[in-house]
């Protein structure tokens, strides 16, 4: 019988055990979740950039990077809630995995009604502190979150998604320069940190839809070699 609490929500479960991740996936989709798995680290970190799931479960034991690389590499960009799943009992990896950022520590063998219900609670805390205004208003423009859309002077104005997805990003931390990396990663994916010049595209793109003068912009700012800002 599926969970709808869970219903619409994404996890990305993280663990190199085929039998153990298969098990996971059909459990938690019998829940009403959606599933995006991966064996690795590194699928890991690509797979929250490109798929952003509301929650992550992750095993420590990765053969190309150790869990706690992956938790350091997640909040280096995400505040998604990380649920680690590992059979390291000792007390300094768990007080090590939280202090990196990890959200709660399960332990294997586990009780999946447990796990179930760990996941609902780490998803229910970062909906309540996520902010309540939808809305970002910079100018002229009324940037709408919820709706993913963005008006000029009242009138729609069409994005692409990547140009909304990198707009999205600024809006989100209106006010405060986001590292051209930080970026990268969350709009194209972890193999893009080093493309500096999709931004310059895609700065230039938003500027002529957004800016009375695309040339002297007043609010999508550029911090050269840094990155970029939305100023109100």
């Known amino acids: 019988m599926s969970d709808t609490s869970a219903a619409g929500h994404r996890v990305l479960v993280v663990d190199d055990e085929p039998a153990l991740a ?3 996936a059909i459990n938690l989709r019998a829940h009403g979740w959606e599933v995006v798995t991966a064996a690795t680290g590194t699928a890991a970190l690509d797979a929250a950039a490109t798929t952003r799931p509301d929650v992550v479960v992750l095993d420590l034991g990765l053969p190309d ?3 706690t690389e992956v938790i350091a590499g997640l909040r280096g960009w995400t505040s998604v809630p990380i649920v680690v799943l590992s059979a390291r009992q000792h007390g300094e ?13 399960v332990t294997k063998p586990f009780a999946m009604d447990e796990l179930m219900a760990r996941l609902r609670a780490a998803v229910r805390r970062a909906a309540a502190a996520e902010p309540s205004e939808t ?13 993913k859309k963005v008006r000029r002077g009242g009138a729609d104005v069409r994005l692409t998604p990547t140009e909304w997805a990198f707009l999205e990003l600024l809006a989100r931390n209106v006010g405060r320069l986001v590292p051209r990396e930080q970026i990268l990663r969350e709009v194209w994916g972890t193999g893009y940190t080093r493309e500096h010049h999709y931004l310059r595209v895609y700065a230039a793109q938003l500027r002529r839809k957004l800016e009375d003068d695309p040339a002297h912009p007043r609010h999508l700012l550029t911090s050269s070699g840094l990155g970029y800002t939305l100023e109100p």
Request: proline fraction near 0%; aromatic fraction near 4%; charged fraction near 40%.
């Open 135 to 147: 809305e970002v208003v910079v100018g002229d423009l009324v940037i709408d979150l919820a709706r």
């Open 93 to 105: 990896d768990k007080v090590e995995a939280l202090d990196l950022g990890a959200d709660d520590y």
């Open 65 to 67: 990077l150790d869990g």
């Open 22 to 24: 298969r098990a996971l």
